[in-house]
T-cell receptor, first 114, second 113 residues
Framework: AQSVTQPDIHITVSEGASLELRCNYSYGATPYLFWYVQSPGQGLQLLLKYFSGDTLVQGIKGFEAEFKRSQSSFNLRKPSVHWSDAAEYFCAVGGISSASKIIFGSGTRLSIRP | EAQVTQNPRYLITVTGKKLTVTCSQNMNHEYMSWYRQDPGLGLRQIYYSMNVEVTDKGDVPEGYKVSRKEKRNFPLILESPSPNQTSLYFC????????????FGQGTRLTVV
């Protein structure tokens, strides 16, 4: 079955500290992986995406993610968080065919401690 | 500016009163979809459309209808809303081919009383 698991419902980190949000996926074909961010009252904004090539991908707002095929993981990282990073983060997986849908994890809410 | 526009942003309605949430995209994307977002459940796909006049059910289609008469528009119709359809709804679009990510609208918060 195709699925995305984000094991952390809520994470709190101090401003300036490093961040890692976990994501594990199950997908039968070659996965196309995404991280989206949702600020309060807003839609989802794409942070980064991965299909092939370098397994460490850079995104917007200083985020990066590393694809580890052996662990079926695609964890999101940021070296130093800012108060404006407080939001909900969604990991998603899809395929490359026009018929494939994007499956979302249940999200991780990030709070920033001043 | 590339965008997906949903209207209305907020809606309170009564059980059984038909409503339509509009969605329009300006990127000439073939693929459009509707999601609902509920706490702890992430986003679940309601319906999707791969092109004009081509629509199909997602994971939670019961109680919803859609149409795709034009490429840019993909309205979501609730013929007889019920309180369990109270949710945050998102429309999204992406290219039909290739590795395009989805663009999302700002969301419609629907309350059915």
């Amino acid at each position: 079955a195709q699925s995305v698991t984000q094991p952390d419902i809520h994470i709190t980190v101090s401003e300036g500290a490093s961040l890692e949000l976990r994501c594990n996926y199950s997908y039968g074909a070659t996965p196309y992986l995404f991280w989206y961010v949702q600020s309060p009252g807003q839609g989802l904004q794409l942070l980064l995406k991965y299909f092939s090539g370098d397994t460490l991908v850079q995104g917007i707002k200083g985020f990066e993610a590393e694809f580890k095929r052996s662990q079926s993981s695609f964890n999101l990282r940021k070296p130093s968080v800012h108060w404006s990073d407080a939001a909900e983060y969604f990991c998603a997986v899809g395929g490359i065919s026009s018929a494939s849908k994007i499956i979302f994890g249940s999200g991780t809410r990030l709070s920033i401690r001043p | 500016e590339a965008q997906v526009t949903q209207n209305p942003r907020y809606l309170i309605t009564v059980t059984g009163k038909k409503l339509t949430v509009t969605c329009s995209q300006n990127m000439n994307h073939e693929y459009m979809s509707w999601y609902r977002q509920d706490p702890g459940l992430g986003l679940r796909q309601i319906y999707y459309s791969m092109n004009v006049e081509v629509t199909d059910k997602g994971d939670v289609p019961e109680g919803y209808k859609v149409s795709r008469k034009e490429k840019r528009n993909f309205p979501l119709i609730l013929e007889s809303p019920s309180p369990n359809q109270t949710s945050l709804y998102f429309c999204a679009s992406r290219p039909g081919q290739g590795l395009g990510a989805a663009f999302f609208g700002q969301g419609t918060r629907l309350t059915v009383v």
